[in-house]
């Protein structure tokens, strides 16, 4: 069975520290485009950073540029997202997703449509 696992979402302090991690079950992460995305109570879902597992390139939206990291693990079949100085508006559900086939695009990463494969999501709260 073909399964996204998104895992490391907690309960943080502002300006603490906290990483996701995306895992694949059923296929492997080479030659894909793998994202995070968050959704915030009553937003609407916001594509985060992509990262082409082929060659490591990374793309990240202006609201986390310069806090997260993403990265990928081809042999542990994994891409992560390490979140530094969280604030209260970082609280959401993160999502990971993939899409075979095709690099992350400056242009489309933060793009829902873009991705046919999605992990059920992991909470994310910081408190102040």
């Known amino acids: 069975e073909v399964q996204l696992q998104a895992s490391g979402g907690g309960m943080v302090q502002a300006r603490e520290s906290l990483r996701l991690s995306c895992a694949a079950s059923?296929?492997?992460?080479?030659?894909?485009?793998v994202a995070w995305f968050r959704q915030a109570p009553g937003k609407e879902r916001e594509g985060i950073s992509c990262i082409s597992t082929g060659d490591g390139t990374a793309y990240y939206a202006d609201s986390v540029k310069g806090r997260f990291t993403i990265s990928s693990d081809n042999a542990k079949n994994a891409v992560y997202l390490d979140m530094d100085s969280l604030s209260p508006e970082d609280t959401a559900v993160y999502y990971c997703?993939?899409?075979?086939?095709?690099?992350?695009?400056?242009?489309?990463?933060?793009?829902?449509?873009?991705?046919?494969?999605w992990g059920q999501g992991t909470l994310v709260t910081v408190s102040s």
């Open positions: 997703a993939a899409d075979y086939g095709r690099p992350c695009s400056v242009s489309y990463f933060y793009r829902v449509d873009r991705y046919d494969r």
């Open positions: 059923g296929f492997t992460f080479e030659q894909h485009a």
